[in-house]
């Protein structure tokens, strides 16, 4: 289970942005040139109201990633490879990520525990074979890389819990009304099946089952007539209907 979730997070496609959310050629140029803010914000607004998009900037502005043009889809960020999976971890990996961090948890724990009785009677022998080098060393591996698993599965446990991502944690999103770091949280159980679905079956196996397409997110109770932007974004949730949406 912890070589199947390791190979699921590194080899699994992370997805791309819907076409619906890059800005034409003429739209990038005229952005680009434009030096008043209300003009560029009115040409991001043009583009991201046909879209299910609820984050802002600080500014009210759509959010925009200048490196792929487009705007960016709620929760969405123009991420770095993580050098320990040599891949991002996003929509499309996350639970196999997590379950990745629980199997290696409790790999060193079983390590560490069958190895502690010949651990213990290195100590209280004084054996100075050489094989006494390698049990040392391959418990002490395993303690070190646990108390570190501990901490990082932990605090992807808590984000699980809240339905945050590690930028989220960092950063709350803002909407239409303001930052709110508890945007997105549905409640503990509802955000633990957002990142391993409803089937209990299948919830600590690295097989796909997060619910959602990874571009539209259901959010806590937000007053829709504050922001048209949302009403669109709104119906389609509630109409489960996100194929109809633009991308």
């Not at 639970?95 to 724990?109: M, T, W």
């Not at 099946?193 to 079956?201: A, C, I, P, Q, R």
């Amino acid at each position: 289970m912890f070589m199947w979730s390791y190979a699921k997070t590194i080899f699994t496609p992370l997805g791309c942005v819907p076409k619906s959310f890059y800005l034409s050629q003429q739209q990038v140029d005229r952005l680009e040139r434009e030096r008043n803010e209300d003009i560029q914000k009115e040409i991001l607004m043009s583009v991201a109201k046909d879209l299910p998009v609820l984050n802002r900037t600080n500014t009210g502005f759509p959010r925009y990633c200048e490196k792929c043009k487009c705007v960016k889809p709620d929760r969405c960020h123009h991420c770095s490879v993580c050098g320990q999976v040599n891949n991002c971890v996003g929509f499309t990996n996350y639970k196999f990520f997590v379950l990745f961090l629980g199997y290696a948890l409790l790999y060193c724990l079983y390590v560490a525990l069958t190895s502690l009785k010949y651990f213990i009677q290195v100590l209280s022998t004084g054996d100075k074979d050489m094989g006494r080098f390698h049990v040392l060393f391959l418990f002490f591996v395993a303690v070190m890389f646990g108390i570190s698993l501990i901490t990082l599965f932990g605090y992807h446990c808590y984000l699980t819990a809240n339905n945050r991502s590690t930028l989220e944690s960092f950063r709350a999103p803002v909407f239409q009304s303001g930052p709110d770091k508890n945007g997105f949280s549905l409640g503990k159980y509802n955000n633990f099946t957002e990142v391993f679905g409803e089937d209990k079956k299948k919830w600590f196996l690295p097989v796909q089952t997060s619910a959602g397409d990874g571009v539209a997110y259901p959010t806590r109770t937000i007053d829709i007539d504050s922001d048209g932007l949302l009403a669109d974004r709104q119906r389609w949730m509630e109409e489960g209907d996100l194929d109809s949406a633009p991308g």
